[in-house]
């Protein structure tokens, strides 16, 4: 219970074929006609919508293979429990519906200046990582954290408030950055010899905190320079310079968490981005990325209607040349 309670009260969620798309080599000419589509999976969360109680993990599974998914990815704090015999039986339950387990979204937060508070945080991912190899995922979504001194505001929380303010909040008083991606950077360092035992690859994603800007988490994966550590590339994450700071990211990515906002984003910052998948899609066969890509639906509409129009966007999108 100690575990649960710590993942929840790290924030709101946003969520062996991904390894192929960690390959920065080119991809062949364009001018085959041979081509092959990159798989497409689909976050849990996308089915929840953050909609008061969490959407159970098996609905969604039987939603994503009868709407034609090849994969799902498991949003950690949406499952209802962390027993073997539950893990077991949703391996199971993805089994029979045709479907690879390709991701597992988790939350932790190194972004504290408290070395107990790091270490908890640092042996959370390690368990994590152990639930990803129980179920057979090759790779986990991690965060760095963020420095928490965003705070409500009316009846709007803390993370509404946060992405009022695109992400962004002040560092700690008597702190600095560097302080931030020294925390960050070691703590993701031990839990590397994990990873590589479970044959899980951890997947720094562009989030909030000090993952806010793709500098910031190509210092993070440079430094530790760990075939073990790549990126989850959100592609929803950037206000600022996005075909830059995508580009950036492009040749070191193991999944790519694509959003969809139909019917309006949940939170409206977002629908000031302009999701352009065809050039995404361009962007990575030009990186060579055969992997997943993880549908993460986050707009109003019913999901239902708006997550199938998502894979078929989402296909149309993403191929690579053989």
């Known amino acids: ?83 073997n015999s539950y893990l077991q039986k949703i391996k199971k339950k993805a089994f029979d519906a045709g479907l690879d387990i390709m991701g597992l979204s988790t939350h932790q937060s190194f972004v504290s200046p408290d070395p107990l508070k790091r270490k908890e945080n640092i042996d959370l991912t390690k368990h994590q990582i152990e639930i ?35 992400g962004v909040e002040s560092v700690i008083e008597g702190y600095t950055e560097e302080d931030g991606f020294k925390w960050v950077i070691d703590s993701i360092a031990e839990c590397i010899p994990t990873a590589e035992k479970n044959g899980v690859v951890l997947g720094l994603e562009n989030h909030w905190g000090l993952g806010l800007t793709s500098k910031g988490v190509m210092r993070i994966v440079n430094a530790i320079n760990s075939p073990w550590l790549s990126v ?67 707009g109003n509409a019913d999901a239902n209607i708006a997550i199938p129009q998502s894979l078929e966007l989402l296909r149309k999108s993403f191929y690579y040349y053989l």
């Open 1 to 83: 219970m100690k575990r649960r309670s710590l993942i929840k009260s790290i924030g709101a969620a946003a969520l062996g074929v991904p390894l192929t798309g960690c390959s920065s080599l080119s991809s062949n000419s364009e001018s085959s006609n041979k081509i092959k589509k990159n798989p497409i999976g689909v976050s849990t969360y996308s089915f929840w919508q953050f909609n008061g109680r969490e959407t159970p993990i098996e609905y969604c599974i039987e939603k994503a293979s009868e709407f034609g998914f090849d994969g799902v990815e498991l949003l950690l704090i949406q499952m209802e429990s962390e027993e």
């Open 232 to 298: 989850t590339l959100d592609t929803g994450n950037f206000f600022d310079n996005r075909e830059e700071q995508l580009k950036e990211l492009a040749p070191h990515t193991c999944l790519i968490q694509a959003k969809t906002y139909y019917g309006g984003a949940k939170w409206p910052a977002f629908n000031e981005i302009n999701m352009d998948y065809p050039s995404i899609g361009e962007l990575m066969r030009n990186n060579n990325y055969k992997g997943y890509i993880s549908l993460e639906f986050e």
């Open 132 to 166: 990803a190899h129980s179920l057979g995922i090759p790779t986990i979504r991690i965060n760095t954290g963020r420095w928490g001194t965003t705070k409500p505001i009316g009846d709007k929380s803390e993370f509404d408030v946060l992405m009022d303010n695109k």
